[in-house]
């Protein structure tokens, strides 16, 4: 399989539809005909260049996928601490 390149524009403008535009990394990779860690990579780079951080409707998209996986960690390492809490409890009685 070829590896292709990709101009800096055409990276700008995926990361941008992730950003600006509130595309899911997986939606802008298919739209694209890319690799959704491509556009991830992509968005690590160019992070800190003027335009590309998320602003708008694509900030809160954003924001709203970074605390949901937040919030599914964080309930699997309550779950995990319940467990552990509930077994050293049998073996102290």
Do not use: C
């Not at 990276?11 to 950003?19: E, F, G, Q, W």
């Not at 890319?34 to 708008?56: C, L, M, Y």
Request: charged share 30%.
């Amino acid at each position: 399989m070829a590896v292709r390149k990709h101009s800096r524009e055409f990276k700008i403008s995926a990361v941008k539809l992730v950003y600006e535009q509130g595309y899911s990394f997986g939606k802008a990779a298919k739209s694209l005909g890319v690799d959704a860690s491509s556009i991830r990579g992509w968005a690590k780079i160019f992070a800190a260049e003027t335009g590309v951080n998320p602003t708008g409707d694509g900030a809160v998209a954003a924001e709203m996928r970074r605390l949901r996986a937040e919030n599914t960690r964080l309930t699997i390492e309550r779950d995990i601490l319940k467990k552990a809490a509930a077994f050293f409890a049998k073996d102290h009685l």
